[in-house]
């Protein structure tokens, strides 16, 4: 380990313990990170190899996870398809609306929405319950996790942090594939 890694420093995991404290939780949120009922990036402290340290750490459902997977695969068959895709983006019109995607962007939407139900109704993308640790960040130790959990809310952070720290989290070792809800008009 660096000792360059502000995330080691006992004066700085003290500072957090401070704010740990005060927030009445056992985790400060990541400032500037989006939270949604299904991401979710906090800091909590804990121990690595003996030494303490502040985890950096993001619980996402299996759900994100397997729209982000077929989401890739559609973009990936998409710039095969047409050589000319980069990404669609989206813009919004002087009333704040969103604008009208051009021509080829309508034909590439159309194109992975397509292939994303393909792959969706074969199955085809599986995901599991996961644990990724990094230790070669620049702060602490970076921690990225996969539940199998409709949302992300406060028992369920404090569930894995109380798990984690006690080493005894287990995670489910079945694959899971999702259907998306589409939206009737």
Known sequence: ????????DLGVIDEFRKKINNSG????????????????????LGVFEGKQVIYD?????????????LYEIAEHKAAKKFPEYKSIIYREDENGDMAMLDDLEEEIG???????????????VKVKEHLDIDDKVDFGISLEVGLNL????????????????????????????????????
Do not use: C, R, W
């Open 1 to 8: 380990m660096s000792t360059e890694n502000k995330g080691f």
């Open 150 to 185: 409709e949302k992300i809310d406060l028992p369920a952070i404090e569930k894995f942090i109380k798990d984690f720290n006690e080493d005894t989290l287990v995670l489910d070792p079945s694959y899971y594939s999702f259907l998306t809800e589409t939206e009737l008009s």
């Open 25 to 44: 939780t056992m985790f400060l949120s990541v400032e500037g990170e989006e939270q949604t009922e299904e991401y979710v990036n906090f800091y909590f």
């Open 57 to 69: 750490a993001v619980i996402y459902t299996l759900q994100v996870q397997h729209n982000s997977e």
């Open 110 to 124: 159309l194109y992975m929405a397509e292939v994303i139900e393909e792959l969706e109704e074969e199955g085809k």
